[in-house]
């Protein structure tokens, strides 16, 4: 966690409004905080750049616009910024807390395909932390949007794939059940083939390996193939 240079004189000073300091997030990138703005949860993000404030800002009115679930912008101050808290479980979480709950994998697909068919960019980060699922009205909120850019979709599907499958525990029966059921949800709704996803896995899988220095890529055929082959029954 890296949210040490924020303290609740710091933000009540850069907003100019009470802001109640909370807790912090679990943060790679920057520092994620949630708050009490105006009487309400809400959660402030400390970017390195001004320039990704403004671009997940930008990004989060236009999905506001086109009805896509993301947090809600309440107010931007340079490289600070103020979004509604969304009150749910991070996926990461709710692999650890029930490895057999699969019911967030069919509203992930749908998430990802409505962001991918309305905003035409990839979302680029999609590591399990960064959707959270409400169980109530099976509901995906994505929250993370700094890496958003141009190229193939399908690469978050072939990442995400490879963030479900290297979740501790990794490889697990049960993560490859995920990975499937992913794969199978995500080619029906977007009506395109299980093989062209999994033609992305290789190179999923090589990215990974670049961020993760731990992971063998003796095993990658191996795996890319057992997820063929759980698919192939049904193709
Ligand atoms: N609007 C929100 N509602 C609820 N939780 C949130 C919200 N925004 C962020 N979080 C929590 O804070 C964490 C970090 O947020 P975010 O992913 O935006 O920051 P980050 O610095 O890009 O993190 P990372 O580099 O780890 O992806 C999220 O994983 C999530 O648990
Ligand atoms: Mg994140």
Not at 53 to 63: C, M, N, P
């Amino acid at each position: 966690m890296s949210c040490s240079i924020a303290s609740e004189d710091d933000l009540t000073r850069r907003f100019a409004l009470p802001i109640q300091y909370i807790v912090p997030f679990t943060s790679r990138k920057n520092s994620v905080f949630l708050v009490r703005y105006h009487g309400k949860l809400a959660v402030c993000k400390h970017f390195k750049s001004v320039e990704s404030a403004q671009k997940e800002w930008t990004l989060l009115f236009r999905l506001k616009s086109i009805g896509i679930p993301a947090p809600n912008p309440i107010t931007l101050f340079g490289n600070w910024s103020i979004r509604e808290f969304v009150d749910g479980v991070p996926i990461s979480d709710l692999i650890d807390m029930d490895s057999h709950n699969i019911r967030w994998i069919t509203p992930l697909a749908i998430w990802l395909y409505s962001f991918h068919r309305y905003v035409n960019l990839k979302l680029g980060d999609v590591n399990l932390r960064n959707f959270i699922f409400q169980e109530e009205n099976r509901a995906i909120y994505a929250i993370d949007f700094e890496d958003v850019s141009q190229g193939n979709p399908l690469e978050d599907i072939g990442d995400l794939v490879v963030h479900i499958l290297t979740h501790r525990p990794e490889f697990t029966d049960n993560k490859f059940r995920m990975a499937t059921t992913l794969i199978k949800s995500y080619s029906d709704i977007a009506k395109i083939s299980r093989k062209s996803i999994i033609n992305e896995l290789y190179d999923a899988f090589l990215r990974a390996a670049v961020r993760r220095r731990n992971l063998s890529i003796l095993n990658f055929f191996h795996f890319v193939k057992k997820i063929d082959s759980l698919l192939e029954p049904s193709i």
